[in-house]
């Protein structure tokens, strides 16, 4: 799909949050992978945090991004798997508003053709949470690039046509 050069590139705020009971800023390479892209892509990363997997300090920090009227989006990485302690979609429908299933369908859609019928076991999804987009990935780095470069930069970009999410922002808290 075209990016319209004549088109002003607006960027986005993100707040980013790997989930995980085991990852620390210093071996974060999913994390890290979504932070240099975000970067890379004109994006400002205004945030940056790792939890544990466990549901109220996701959400917690849910919170505490949507009410920050700085923040546009959330990204999570990580808790999407099917196992006991993934629970980031839990977490998310805790706070949505709106969920926004394409993006689920998408990502699995995009992911069989780098991992076949695993992708089934992918949890990813996304909404909207009083006016700030929230997507979730899983942890691994693979998954991030595939989530990020094949959708998500393309969606938080205001030039990409026929119609990306920026474009919508003014418009999410309308009654």
Not at 68 to 92: K, Q
Request: hydrophobic letters at 40%; proline letters at 5%; charged letters at 25%.
């Amino acid at each position: 799909m075209p990016i319209d050069e004549a088109r002003t590139f607006v960027p986005v705020n993100i707040a980013l949050l790997t989930v995980s009971d085991t990852r620390t800023f210093a071996d974060d390479r999913s994390g890290h992978t979504l932070a240099d892209r975000i970067q890379a892509a004109g994006h400002v990363l205004k945030d940056r945090a790792i939890c544990r997997d466990s549901r109220e300090e996701i959400v917690s920090h849910l919170h505490a991004w949507i009410e920050d009227g700085e923040i546009d989006v959330v990204l999570t990485t990580g808790g999407t798997g099917v196992t006991g302690r993934d629970i980031t979609p839990e977490a998310i429908e805790q706070v949505q508003d709106k969920p926004i299933p394409g993006f689920g369908e998408l990502f699995r859609w995009i992911s069989f053709e780098s991992i076949g019928t695993s992708t089934i076991q992918s949890r990813a999804c996304a909404c909207v949470a009083r006016g700030t987009y929230i997507f979730a990935l899983p942890g691994s780095t693979g998954a991030v690039k595939d989530g990020w470069d094949k959708i998500l930069v393309h969606q938080l970009d205001s030039r990409f046509q026929p119609c990306n999410f920026v474009e919508l922002m003014p418009r999410l808290l309308e009654k």
